[in-house]
């Protein structure tokens, strides 16, 4: 059961595509008095600040293997960011990383390929590293070393 008649449903579709015109690439209204977004801007999706465990462990076996386990710093649909010690991470190499990560046997997180993109010197050994997320490799459940 339709609440809107046909005629009501394409005025407010048109007007919905209008006010989305008047958006500007920040997210507010382009009359807010809002600094608009760097030319340089390369994100697919917004950042979300937020903690959430990650394990990252290097997906190409002549690497030698390590395994972190961290906190992220920020989170999008595309991409991660985190801070380690570890200086094993360069552009443009390629892990396995699992979000959400839980030590849980019940937990059920998600594997992706990933491929680091940025690499910042955070001063004190620490390290931004920025991975790109490429493939979503399916669901996995935690798995360790003895």
Same mark, same amino acid.
């Given at each position: 059961m339709c609440l809107y008649t046909w005629s009501e449903q394409n005025l407010i579709l048109? *007007? !919905?595509?209008? +006010?989305m015109k008047?958006? @500007? !690439? !920040?997210?507010? #209204?382009s009359?807010? #008095?809002?600094? =608009? #977004?760097?030319?340089?801007? *390369?994100?697919r999706s917004r950042r979300c600040k937020i903690t959430?465990? &990650? *394990? &990252?462990? =290097?997906? @190409?076996?002549?690497?030698?293997h390590f395994e972190e386990v961290r906190g992220t710093t920020s989170v999008s649909r595309s991409g991660v960011y985190f801070h380690t010690e570890h200086p094993a991470y360069g552009l443009g190499m390629r892990l396995f990383v699992t979000i959400p990560f839980?030590?849980?046997l019940a937990a059920v997180s998600r594997e992706y390929l990933a491929e680091v993109v940025r690499l910042d010197k955070l001063g004190e050994g620490c390290i931004g590293v920025g991975l790109r997320l490429l493939m979503d490799l399916g669901?996995? !459940? =935690?798995? +360790?070393?003895?």
């Open positions: 048109y *007007r !919905t595509k209008e +006010f008047t958006l @500007d !690439t !920040t997210g507010g #209204a009359g807010d #008095a809002k600094k =608009p #977004a760097a030319a340089s801007e *390369r994100r959430q465990m &990650v *394990r &990252v462990r =290097p997906s @190409d076996p002549e690497l030698e839980n030590d849980d669901l996995c !459940t =935690p798995s +360790f070393q003895e």
